[in-house]
């Protein structure tokens, strides 16, 4: 029993580790776009987020991507792009 324990807890930290690099890229990245769209001319800041938010209205997910996720990138896609972080 023990062991199961052990190895449950040591399964429990590797996923949080895993967490944590997925958090830090997905920071890393908004800092790049924010970084990346605040040194665009406004005309073209706007032409880039509505080509982004076009092409994101063509897309159909695949059948087994629960709607709730899909809902929750475009959300995060455009508060990205229109909200970028101070």
Avoid: C, F, W
């Avoid at 924010?34 to 159909?60: F, K, P």
């Amino acid at each position: 029993m023990k062991n199961l324990i052990a190895e449950l807890l040591l399964k429990l930290a590797e996923k949080e580790e895993e967490s944590k690099e997925l958090v830090a890229q997905v920071e890393a990245l908004e800092i790049v776009v924010t970084a990346l769209l605040r040194h665009l001319d406004s005309e073209t800041q706007q032409t880039l987020i509505a080509s982004v938010e076009g092409a994101l209205e063509g897309v159909e997910p695949e059948s087994y991507i629960p709607q709730r996720d899909t809902e929750l990138l475009l959300q995060y896609v455009k508060k990205l792009l229109r909200h970028p972080r101070t």
